[in-house]
């Protein structure tokens, strides 16, 4: 019997857990001897694949050279590798470079860099707004920015107000109109947004046009516009970052998952200079306060660093184009079978609704489905009566055919 407390695991169902013992490309090998299709990244992290050649080479370097070191004060090369690969690859306008070890840190940080903006530039601004249905994390402060429901129900007591808008649907009219009127009556610090896709609010999508409208008005109203790209980066949408596609540039950029490749824990959040301006003085009550025991580990670091050179040296761009076009042609696939609804794709990601009576996230759809998806060893992760396929961009197609077939097959066994 296990002592381990799983994440995101309900122990009272006792669901089979099973032992991974290696991993390769697109795949998944169990202790007792099963092949399972990585269909969802291990969790949308895996870019190119698991135990990429050049990522692994570059973990057991440096593993060899320094494991780990203090970063306040202090640097080292993998960090001024990853800091200068992010400066050659991102928006110029985005000129520094915060490390942190998750998505939900680089989440708190750009919030703490928002409103440490404001208050060192005396606007009298503090407010936060956000869109419905977000996901920013699992922390109380990135709960707050999120939507609230039975996740985060029993931790409301901590969490602090925000404002919300409405997702954007149609032309996202709705949206810009409420986004104008927060705008100018709470006059808040920052927007936080996820660009294009909402992962955890059950891979909804929005247009490139909603996106750089909000951008447009969030900067009219000098309210900063914080992306979290911690999913959507990386080239998950089909571009290197999704505010790509909108011609947009965040004041503050959260990056993390693929930021390894998917191999290593380690975060950014990036900044353009008037916000680390704000905060750069002789005065030392106007340092960033952030750290943790682990910024900036070297090995993460170096495993970045990788990442960053197989951005620069290899396909990657063309290698994603070739997986969303077959992305798109399963979802058309699948969107001809019976109970299938909102058939979607952007760039690597595909999802399809199953229609049922009795939604959310809580439905036995969501569980029937994942057993039939592990007893067919394929990986997937409903959330809700939402099939999402999000895998890592090395899926050739034998593996790609697989994951729809069991689709299929988990399909017509539940309706
Ligand atoms: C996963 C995710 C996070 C949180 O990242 P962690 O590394 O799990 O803390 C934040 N924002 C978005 C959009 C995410 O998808």
């Known amino acids: 019997m296990s002592a381990i407390w799983h994440p995101f695991t309900q122990h009272g169902l006792n669901e089979p857990i099973p032992l991974v013992d290696r991993a390769d490309g697109a795949a998944l090998y169990t202790r007792d001897g099963r092949r399972v299709i990585d269909a969802v990244s291990s969790w949308w992290v895996t870019t190119h694949g698991h135990n990429h050649p050049r990522i692994v080479a570059a973990i057991c370097d440096q593993a060899q050279r320094l494991d780990q070191v203090i970063f306040a004060g202090w640097t080292h090369a993998p960090a001024e590798a990853v800091a200068q690969g992010l400066r050659a690859l991102m928006p110029a306008e985005l000129t520094r470079v915060f490390f942190s070890d998750s998505g939900s840190t680089a989440v708190e940080v750009a919030l703490k860099m928002a409103l440490g903006y404001h208050a060192h530039t005396e606007t009298g601004r503090t407010g936060i707004l956000v869109m419905e249905h977000s996901y920013h994390g699992d922390t109380i402060g990135t709960m707050s920015v999120g939507a609230r429901g039975v996740f985060n129900a029993a931790y409301d007591p901590l969490l602090f107000d925000v404002g919300t808008i409405p997702f954007p649907t149609g032309d996202g009219v709705a949206t810009l109109e409420a986004l104008e009127r927060a705008c ?208 890592p961009y090395c899926l050739d197609e034998a593996d790609h055919a697989r994951i729809e077939a069991v689709i299929g097959l988990a399909l017509s066994a539940v309706l």
């Open 184 to 391: 100018k009556a709470v006059r808040p610090a920052a927007f936080i947004a996820e660009p294009l896709v909402l992962g955890a609010g059950g891979m909804l999508f929005y247009p490139p046009a909603v996106l750089r409208r909000m951008a447009e008005i969030c900067r009219a109203h000098d309210v900063l516009f914080i992306a979290d790209e911690v999913m959507t980066g990386w080239g998950r949408t089909g571009t290197l970052l999704a505010c790509e596609q909108a011609g947009v540039v965040p004041d503050i950029l959260c990056l993390a998952k693929g930021l390894t490749g998917g191999s290593m824990p380690l975060a950014v959040t990036m900044a353009t200079e008037p916000i680390y301006a704000a905060h750069c003085s002789t005065d030392r009550a106007k340092t960033f306060f952030h750290s943790s025991s682990f910024t900036a580990n070297p090995i993460a670091c170096a495993a970045a660093a990788a990442n960053l050179e197989i951005w620069r040296d290899e396909p990657v761009l063309s290698r994603i184009a070739t997986l969303a076009v077959r992305q798109a042609a399963m979802v058309e696939r699948l969107a001809r079978l019976p109970g299938v609804a909102n058939a979607r794709t952007c760039g690597t990601i595909a999802a399809i609704d199953v229609v049922v009576r009795d939604g959310g996230y809580l439905s036995t759809l969501g569980p029937r489905l994942l057993a039939l998806f592990r007893e067919n060893d394929v990986l997937l992760r409903p959330l809700g009566n939402t099939i999402y396929v999000m895998p």
